[in-house]
């Protein structure tokens, strides 16, 4: 990849962690008069729908053999169905800044499988200081404090973790796709995450009995279409051109998005140790993301 493309890419890595960071102020808006389930379901059809309609304006078409739906289905469960459900249940148990550090592990577990299993991009020290560099980072913006935690509900922490694992599967084995594009990628998982998660939230939650206002439908319409369906476009493109550790990357990014907002939006006080900690994420991701890989390639 030349320079030229990074200075395209990095910006889209960028708005990823923001669309998906963002998600979590439009999920508190709306989970507060759609029950969970119902409104994960509501977020994957809408998305689907969503990105259904850029297919066919880009004329477009679903894929058509098995194996590839069979492949898709296995992507949804990691980057959403099983990713969401099980980072769901672990936050309920653990602290929001805590859960948002054990969360950004991601690029240590893509590094981790690389290394181990299956070696599909290059490593080295580099990438792995970023990674480690990057949660310090992550751990500075939301308070060293949250650490205090660890081990205190330990089930609830391990479910937050192995969210992380999946996300860094979901980066590794999205890179499968190049058969089809990003937005046929991204309709298929929604699709398969609509067939799971509608029919559980008609079975658990009996969704025709809510009454939610105009603000939970809006936060939900939102959250659907930016913070998944243009978010999932971003990142089955940045999965074919940042790679697996790339896109996995935006997971410190987001930490530091989140902390900006708060201080434009709601007036919260910008600390040395945040700044430092925003230095640090960007400065892993510099490294994660570094062109000197790309050049040899140009």
């Known amino acids: ?55 066919g304006a880009r004329a477009e078409e679903l894929p058509r053999d098995l194996r590839t739906w069979r492949m898709l289905l296995l992507q949804a469960m990691l980057n959403s169905i099983a990713a969401w459900t099980v980072l769901a249940w672990g936050q309920q148990y653990v602290e929001s800044g805590l859960a948002s550090v054990l969360n ?51 089930a609830g922490q391990v479910a937050c973790l192995v969210g992380a694992a999946l996300y860094a599967g979901a980066a590794i084995y999205g890179k499968r796709f190049g058969h089809i594009s990003a937005v046929a990628t991204a309709a298929g998982t929604m699709i398969w995450a609509t067939v799971v998660l ?32 243009v978010a999932l476009l971003v990142y089955f493109r940045l999965v074919r051109t940042l790679g697996s550790m790339g896109v ?14 708060g201080i434009l939006v709601l ?11 925003l230095c640090a994420a960007i400065a892993g991701v510099a490294l994660i993301n570094w062109p000197s890989r790309w050049k040899a390639r140009s």
């Not at 990095?10 to 999920?27: D, E, K, V």
């Not at 007036?267 to 900690?277: D, K, R, S």
């Open 267 to 277: 007036g919260e006080t910008f600390t040395l140790p945040v700044a430092i900690g």
């Open 248 to 261: 996995a990357s935006q997971a410190y990014l987001r930490a530091g998005l989140g902390v900006i907002l």
């Open 198 to 229: 509608v029919p559980l939230a008609l079975v658990l939650e009996q969704p025709w009995t809510l009454a939610p206002g105009a603000t939970a439908l809006a936060a939900t319409a939102v959250l659907s279409i930016l913070c998944t369906g």
């Open 104 to 154: 950004s592990t991601s690029p240590i577990f893509v590094f981790l499988i690389t290394a181990l299993a299956t070696r599909h991009e290059t490593l080295g020290g580099r990438r792995l200081a970023g990674a480690i560099l990057g949660v310090f980072g992550v751990v500075l913006i939301v308070g060293v404090d949250t650490l205090r935690g660890l081990g205190d509900q330990v």
């Open 1 to 55: 990849m030349s320079s030229a493309n990074l200075r395209t890419e990095l910006p889209l890595l960028a708005l990823l962690a923001l669309l998906w960071g963002s998600s979590y102020l439009f999920i508190k808006v709306a989970v507060a008069e759609i029950p969970p389930v119902t409104l994960i379901a509501l977020r994957v059809f809408g998305a689907a729908v969503f990105l259904l309609l850029v297919m």
